[in-house]
């Protein structure tokens, strides 16, 4: 080779269009991936999670070599693996004695740090180009966002149906709304009926990843078995179909809801595809804008889904970019509480929290409602540290990586940040659950009293929480109707609601 270029492909970067592999000519150059142990385990994420990357990075690899790409795979304990992506960089660099490095850039702070600092190691440049995979790139964030009082969803939302001409008729959104959240709330009959997502049979690839896993990752959270995520680009695309057949018309409607026993519900199931590069979230905003068109779906279904994608997924991407690193230290409501063990074993007696957590521990997935209100809504309430929850989140989902986990956790759902982009903490009781699910009807506990050992443990916790964060949270006017309830209340209840969230905390570890 003439002048060799050495392309690093990242664990999330498992798209055949990449704006590292654009520019370059395919006879220049080596692509470089590597499974390394310091990603695996900095958290030590759920097993599945990393079977599943692990698995679809290899057939990445394949994917590529069949289209003309030379690919040097570095498999987890190959020999020679030095554990690091910088490292294996910098090895890969010298075994090619390469003249430029490119790389699409990392979707986490703490990796771009360390690409950066490795710069003077090498013998050669290396270059990060944007990763314009998402909609809106940092520069247009910032731009966005500057002079703004308020950063909120729904007016960077409207700018990106602008931008994408989706849903939109000239100026004018489909429908004359732009959002049509208030009809997603409905909670779901026992007796729905539930699509599930495809299983899939792992190949021989996803075998061998298995058996690694097994072994090398034993001492991480999580059920390896049975797995039955996608692994390859065509998997991936099945589920998607599959999702638009089946769930899409229902999506809107049950968007919020949560049933025991059903995991997925009329959730796509789609994100750790879309997250790692084998789906692209712009193609499956169109297809669900077709369906609306050829009239399969619903319009309050497909502005729901578009709306995640192309206004939270890119509105919590342009946050994490805009406010990194301080962020991730952020903890407004000053809470330091450990994380309680049942978050890794399911083992609680709230039966809303055994299911999500369950599930999670089963699957690597919780839909959003789920993450919201159960692990995180819990977490708020008895006041874990931030890090901490964070930490959890990074490690048990399938689609977690720290630019998209961080602010849904600490701004969506701890309010650590003290609301730059949320208007409100999050906050509810039991009775938020009864109304959304069916957990309530055979749980343990009452979920229609208040206090005491049998009430479910929610409701005094919510004014355990209200209560110890007033200084700081009485004068959003979005809760001060709440502070009056609870400010009309006699010493003597207010006093119970206390003592009833102090003995419950008493008995956390
Ligand atoms: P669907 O309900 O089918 O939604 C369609 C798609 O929209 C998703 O696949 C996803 O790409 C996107 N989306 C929806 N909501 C969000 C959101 N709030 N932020 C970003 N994208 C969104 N999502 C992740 O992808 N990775 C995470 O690590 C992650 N951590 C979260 C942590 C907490 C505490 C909370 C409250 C939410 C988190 N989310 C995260 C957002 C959301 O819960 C998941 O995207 C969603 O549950 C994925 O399941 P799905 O594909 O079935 O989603
Ligand atoms: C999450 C993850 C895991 C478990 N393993 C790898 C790996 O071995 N090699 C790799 O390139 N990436 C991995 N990733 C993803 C990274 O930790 C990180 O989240 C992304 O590269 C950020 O863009």
């Known amino acids: 080779m ?15 269009s990449l704006s590292s592999l654009r520019d370059v000519e395919r006879a220049d150059t080596v692509v470089l991936m590597a499974e390394v142990a310091a990603e695996a385990s900095y958290v030590k994420h759920h097993k599945k999670k990393i079977a599943f990357l692990f698995s679809a990075m290899r057939h990445h690899a394949q994917a590529l070599e069949a289209d ?42 703490r990796l771009k740090q360390e690409f950066e600092a490795l710069k003077p190691d090498l013998a050669c440049p290396l270059e990060m180009l944007p990763d314009d995979r998402f909609l809106c790139s940092h520069a247009e964030f910032g731009q ?13 939302y409207r700018d990106m149906r602008r931008k994408t001409g989706l849903l939109m008729n000239g100026d004018q959104p489909e429908g004359g709304q732009w ?25 021989s690839i996803t075998k061998e990843v298995l058996t690694l896993c097994e072994k090398e990752f034993a001492d991480h959270v999580g059920e390896l078995f049975p797995f ?17 057949e089946q769930a899409l018309p229902f999506y809107g409607d049950y968007q919020d809801a949560m049933l025991v026993g059903q995991p997925f519900l009329y959730h796509s199931v789609l994100s750790p595809y879309i997250n790692c590069g084998l789906l692209d979230p712009l193609e499956l905003c169109r297809r669900a804008e077709e369906a609306y068109k050829k009239g399969r779906a619903p319009l309050n279904a497909v502005e729901g889904f578009i709306r995640q994608i192309i206004g939270w997924r890119e509105f919590i991407r342009g946050i994490y970019w805009l406010k990194m690193p301080e962020y991730i230290e952020l903890n407004a409501l000053n809470a330091h509480r450990d994380l309680p063990a ?3 074993t399911a083992d609680t007696q709230m039966l809303c929290l055994k299911e999500a957590i369950g599930q999670t521990l089963q699957h690597a997935y919780a839909h959003h409602i789920q993450r919201l209100m159960l692990p995180g809504n819990f977490a708020m309430l008895v006041g874990v540290a931030p890090k ?54 055979s749980c343990t506990y009452n979920v229609k009293k208040k206090t005491g050992q049998d009430a479910c443990p929610m409701n005094a916790l919510y004014w355990h929480f209200l209560s110890r964060n007033e200084k700081q949270l009485a004068k959003n006017p979005r809760i001060a109707q709440i502070y009056s309830t609870w400010n009309r209340m006699s010493d003597a209840k207010r006093k119970e609601y206390i003592d009833s969230a102090d003995a419950f905390l008493q008995t956390l570890t």
Not at 3 to 16: A, C, E, I
Not at 418 to 441: E, H, L, R, T
Request: proline letters at 5%.
């Open 228 to 244: 039955w995520l996608g692994t390859t680009r065509e998997q991936a695309e099945q589920a998607a179909d599959y999702f638009f």
């Open 179 to 203: 959002n049509y959240d208030q009809e997603n709330r409905k909670p779901a009959a026992d007796d729905l009926f539930m699509p599930n997502p495809p299983q899939f049979e792992p190949d």
């Open 2 to 16: 003439a002048s060799t270029n050495l392309v690093v492909v990242l664990g999330d970067q498992l798209s055949m």
């Open 342 to 344: 049942f978050y890794w």
């Open 388 to 441: 901490q929850i964070h930490e959890w989140y990074l490690a048990v989902y399938a689609d977690a990586y720290e630019w998209v986990e961080l602010p849904n956790t600490l701004g969506m759902s701890q309010f650590a940040d003290g609301g730059i982009f949320a208007s409100k903490p999050y906050a509810a009781s039991g009775n938020y659950v009864a109304k959304m699910s069916n957990y309530c009807d």
């Open 144 to 156: 966005w966002s500057k002079g703004r009082k308020q950063l909120r969803m729904e007016y960077f």
């Open 68 to 109: 003309g790409w030379r690919v040097d795979y570095v498999k987890y304990g190959a020999s020679g693996n030095s554990g690091t992506l910088c490292s294996e960089i910098v090895r890969a660099a010298k075994r090619w004695n390469v003249d430029r490095v490119f790389m699409t850039e990392p979707g986490e702070w």
